[in-house]
């Protein structure tokens, strides 16, 4: 359980979702926070928006949608955030090969390998998105499973009422 913050960034780019091809940069993520009003701090957990969550239904185009960029992950991995979701397969631009890193899904290993931080993918980020309520209490149930590298989990966005 922690800070939990949306940063809308296809909302930001005024698209209906970004495809792969056109990975999301730490400079999208930080001119989003910037637009919101939020502050990324040590700890919190950032979900993104890349608008794919709406297309869950075309797996064909869901399973090609886009990502963050290798500095995405990099940028957030530099603010200590406790993990990091996004509504989209693989929270990185999938079929691309970092050209600096020499390897695909940069953000697995960035945050992943390198820093501890957990990666949370195919969330259903439209409600919070379509209230824009970009801060809230998440809270984020795994399975109890041993040894395991990854679990599903129970995602809950605790929001304000207003």
């Not at 930001?12 to 999208?28: F, H, S």
């Not at 040590?42 to 928006?49: A, F, M, N, S």
């Not at 824009?132 to 995602?155: D, H, M, N, W």
Request: charged share 20%; net charge negative; aromatic share 6%.
């Amino acid at each position: 359980m922690a800070r939990g913050i949306l940063l809308d960034v296809a909302r930001y780019r005024a698209l209906q979702r970004i495809e792969a091809g056109n990975p999301i940069t730490r400079a999208d993520l930080e001119a989003t926070a910037q637009s919101e009003g939020m502050a990324i701090g040590e700890g919190d957990i950032v979900l993104v928006r890349t608008g794919n969550g709406a297309i869950w239904h075309d797996a064909t185009a869901y399973l090609r949608a886009g990502g963050m960029s290798a500095d995405a992950s990099s940028w957030l991995a530099s603010l200590r955030v406790q993990a990091v979701g996004a509504d989209n397969m693989a929270w990185d631009d999938v079929g691309v090969v970092d050209p600096d890193l020499n390897v695909s899904l940069p953000g697995h290993l960035i945050l992943l390998v390198r820093h501890g931080i957990y990666i949370i993918e195919n969330l259903n980020l439209e409600e919070l998105a379509r209230d824009r309520c970009y801060e809230f209490t998440f809270i984020c149930l795994p399975l109890k499973i041993q040894g395991a590298t990854g679990s599903p989990v129970r995602p809950i966005a605790v929001v304000p009422v207003s």
